[in-house]
């Protein structure tokens, strides 16, 4: 009897311990295994000296290149995440509408998140190009004189995460299903009622998705935290280091200066930043992120959601 | 006490990871007793196939040992370093940053030595510098370019000048550059690049009799001296008169496209330019005036890991990729690093090859500040915010200012 109970508990834990293994050996591993290294001075071919918090207290007290770069990836965050949001909820809207060919739309839409990292840099790296590019050239039929874009420090920035929003596809597509499923007879009762497409929008579309919002919202913020790709391929964190981004700050110092310790440091550093803007996300969560299952009045539920919605 | 079951758990299979990352292969063995090799290349897509082919020509000739080819690519470095700090590094592998690895590396002057006299002075003399390490050889020169000046003949004629020859100085080409630019509508006499590689441009320094730092390292009064400031100083002039274009890139796009009539770079865009058609001609580095002009080695060789286990067979290996068959083997991917396959190939009677070895022999007494300096990697990364505050057309700070700056670290 207690066999077999035990058997029936420990055969799920079998199934799932491929993945198991997998996190253990890959992720959890050699997450211990960085906060280990932080605390020491770690060269490439060297012995590893510990240091205590020798690398932390350097971090924030004599490495100025440290401070830019967090600047700089705030900036980036601050900008690219809503903007993302923004453009993947525009495009996924486009590819709900009831059109013909819509499936082709949602087709090309979504092909560049497929597309490799290294080929979408060198992608724009041709469209971006100050003399050469498209995007110049498209602006100089308009009469604009485009700017140096990979060149200019004012502007390099821009043109980062104008490529970045580039792989916009995947975040449309969770939207798009999300959106998929809003029973159909809550529209129609709308449309009776006589509101607008903009205001079923507002208030009904935009309630209901909040949980959605919620979860792109984290994702792109550590994604964007994450981005190293990009400005290492594109701009290689140039011009002037106006885009020498944290991770790639953090990935020189590892691989090129081979100051693995410091490295590490810099990593759980900007763990840590990312878990308390997560924390922070989810503790303003209550405030405007509805789920169903915890539904008051309608009323009340629209209402919530559209002071949220903004705010989102 | 299930939660205890788990924590165990996790605690003993961590442990068992760290164990097996740091545990061996086994005596580097084959099962068939073959001593393996494991041989780490950079290069990428066709030559790596030229690759392989080599490698089993070396594996059939061979009946105790047997050669793997693993292809990094452009992760090259980022692999070689993980390997170095994990123990795991492949038996033989192409090498290029010394100073950086040389402390995993096999220290060859004795290999060298029991091959004799010949072997080693069959190699430009200049190459070994940049295969050394703290006074050690660390590598075998497999190819190496050096920089020289293309121009593009089809412009030259456009602007109706004489074309560049070897005796150029930079007046020569500030003057036709003026022409060029004039006469050529839309198209620029000279191109160099705004963010160049610090390593690269040491060059123009030591053709102008200074460097960026002296023997013990000191950059005050070398990277701010006041010939190092007349080199920064004339590209940045050419720059703001109009007569040369500051490249994001290397320049090459630039020239391919016949905007530039002139550019600095190494062997590596003949290739390319030859399949585009360009009408080009390469001439040595132009001087300034008082002594040869000097160039940079952008040089590769072959290094052995000093934990490997089969070194003997690993030399026996290195020997075979730096042999004359296999110089000649590499032409058209590497320029060869042998007098007599220079020779018997008649490298020299080509226009387009023999600069970079004028070059090469013009540069033999000198050593790059990364050999020399502790930290270049850093130091590189801030000279080359440096330079780029100098050429950057939104930039384009004062020479003096920021070298001055530069010079104070």
């Known amino acids: ?312 | 006490m299930k939660k205890k079951l788990v924590a165990m758990l996790v605690l003993a299979m961590t442990g068992t990871m760290f164990l097996s990352a740091c545990g061996s292969d086994g005596g580097g063995k084959t099962s068939d007793g073959k001593a393996k090799i494991r041989f780490a290349s950079w290069d990428e897509a066709e030559d790596v196939d030229a690759q392989q082919a080599a490698v089993d020509k070396f594996n059939e000739a061979h009946d105790d040992i047997e050669v793997t080819l693993e292809a990094y690519g452009g992760e090259f470095d980022t692999k070689i370093a993980a390997g170095m700090g994990s123990n795991d590094m492949p038996d033989v592998m192409y090498m290029w940053n010394y100073p950086a690895y040389a402390q995993g590396l096999e220290p060859l002057d004795s290999y060298i030595e029991k091959e004799g006299e010949d072997y080693k002075s069959n190699f430009y003399d200049t190459l070994w510098n940049y295969n050394s390490y703290d006074g050690s050889t660390y590598g075998i020169p497999i190819g190496f370019t050096t920089h020289a000046l293309f121009y593009n003949k089809d412009i030259f004629a456009e602007a109706g000048i004489d074309e560049p020859d070897n005796d150029w100085t930079w007046d020569d080409v500030i003057e036709a550059s003026k022409t060029i630019t004039e006469k050529c509508e839309g198209k620029k006499g000279f191109s160099f690049q705004m963010k160049p590689d610090p390593y690269d441009y040491e060059m123009y320094l030591w053709s102008n009799g200074t460097a960026y730092v002296d023997a013990d390292g000191g950059l005050d009064g070398n990277l701010n001296s006041d010939k190092a400031k007349e080199v920064f100083q004339m590209f940045q002039d050419m720059e703001k008169d109009g007569y040369a274009a500051a490249t994001e890139k290397s320049g090459t796009d630039e020239f391919r496209a016949g905007s530039t009539g002139m550019y600095v770079y190494g062997s590596w865009s003949i290739n390319t330019l030859k399949e585009d058609g360009v009408n080009f001609g390469v001439v040595n580095i132009p001087s300034f005036g008082g002594q040869d002009s000097i160039s940079i080695l952008s040089s590769s060789g072959i290094s052995m890991s000093k934990n490997s286990k089969n070194k003997e067979a690993a030399w026996e290996f290195i020997k075979f990729w730096t042999s004359e068959e296999m110089n000649k083997e590499r032409i058209g991917m590497e320029l060869p690093v042998l007098y007599s396959v220079v020779e018997s190939e008649g490298i020299m009677e080509q226009p387009e090859y023999a600069p970079f070895y004028t070059m090469l022999e013009q540069s033999s007494d000198y050593t790059p500040a990364s050999f020399i300096y502790d930290g270049w990697s850093e130091l590189s990364e801030s000279l080359s915010l440096s330079f780029e505050r100098v050429f950057n057309p939104s930039a384009m700070e004062n020479v003096s200012d920021v070298l001055d700056e530069a010079a104070q670290q």
């Open chain 1, 1 to 312: 009897m207690t066999q077999k109970k035990l058997s029936k508990k420990a055969i799920p834990y079998l199934f799932i311990l491929p993945w198991i293994i997998g996190f253990l050996v890959f992720t959890i591993g050699p997450l211990i295994f960085s906060l280990i290294m932080s605390f020491f001075d770690w060269p490439l071919a060297a012995d590893p000296e510990f240091v205590g918090f020798g690398n932390y207290i350097e971090m924030f007290t004599s490495d100025k290149q440290f401070s830019k770069s967090l600047v700089i990836s705030l900036k980036y965050a601050a900008i690219f995440v809503p903007l993302n949001m923004i453009i993947a909820l525009f495009l996924a809207m486009l590819i709900t509408q009831p059109v013909k060919g819509v499936k082709v739309f949602r087709t090309i839409f979504y092909i560049p998140t497929v597309i490799s990292g290294v080929a979408v840099s060198i992608l724009w790296g041709w469209i971006l190009n100050g003399d050469y590019g498209v995007l110049n050239y498209l602006l100089s039929l308009l009469g604009i004189e485009g700017p140096k874009w990979l060149v200019d420090p004012a502007w390099a920035i821009l043109a980062v995460i104008i490529a970045s929003a580039f792989g916009v596809g995947s975040m449309m597509l969770i939207f798009y299903t999300d959106i998929k499923n809003i029973p159909i007879d809550v529209y129609e009762a709308a449309t009776i009622d006589g509101a607008s497409p903009a205001r079923q929008f507002f208030s009904i579309t935009l309630p209901i998705i909040t949980p959605t919002i919620l979860f792109n919202l984290i994702t792109s913020i550590i994604s964007s935290f994450q981005q190293v790709t990009l400005v290492m391929l594109l701009t290689g964190g140039g011009p002037l280091k106006s885009t020498y981004f944290y991770g790639l700050y953090t990935y020189n110092n590892a691989f090129k200066h081979h100051k693995l310790g410091y490295a590490s440091a810099n990593a759980w550093v900007m763990f840590i930043i990312i878990l308390v803007l997560t924390a922070l996300v989810f503790k303003s969560s209550s405030a405007w992120v509805f789920y169903e299952t915890e539904a008051g009045g309608v009323a009340k539920k629209g209402k919530k959601a559209k002071k949220g919605g903004k705010r989102a």
